[in-house]
C-alpha cells in the first residue's frame, strides 16, 4: 500500500485490526500516551474506545502492560507498541517482562508499529 507518511497507515491499520480479529463488544485500542491524533482518530474511524496508556520516564517511557486488566485485553482489538516518544530509544522486547504482558496475548492482539516514531 503506497502512502504518504506512516501515521496514515497507522489510521488505517485501526480499521483493518477491527476487521481482522472476532467481534468484540466495546472493543478497544491502546494507545501510549503521549500520542499521534492519527491514533486516536483511527480508533475511532474504526468504532473502537481509544485507551490511553502512560508513557512516562517512570515507566521507561513505555506502557506498562502488566497493569492492564483481564477485561480490558479481553475487548482489545490493537495494541500501539510505540509513541511519540521513540526518539528516545525506547522500545518493547523480550526482556522486559513488565512491558510484554505475555508478548500481547501470545499473539491474540497483534501490535502496529509507527518506525517513524
Not at 507518511?5 to 467481534?23: H, Q, S, Y
Not at 521513540?86 to 499473539?107: F, K, N
Request: proline share 9%; charged share 20%.
Amino acid at each position: 500500500m503506497v502512502l504518504s507518511g506512516t501515521r496514515e497507515g497507522l489510521f488505517l491499520a485501526a480499521i483493518a485490526a477491527k476487521r481482522w480479529v472476532e467481534p468484540r463488544k466495546n472493543p478497544a485500542i491502546l494507545i501510549p500516551n503521549p500520542f499521534y491524533a492519527a491514533y486516536a482518530a483511527g480508533a475511532l474511524a474504526a468504532d473502537c474506545e481509544p485507551v490511553f496508556l502512560a508513557a512516562t520516564a517512570q515507566t521507561g517511557f513505555l506502557p506498562d502492560l502488566a497493569a492492564l486488566t483481564e477485561p480490558l485485553l479481553a475487548r482489545t482489538v490493537e495494541v500501539r507498541a510505540q509513541n511519540r516518544l521513540g526518539l528516545v530509544g525506547a522500545r518493547i522486547g523480550r526482556h522486559e517482562p513488565h512491558h510484554d504482558r505475555d508478548e500481547v496475548r501470545a499473539g491474540r492482539h497483534p501490535p502496529f508499529n509507527d518506525s517513524a516514531g
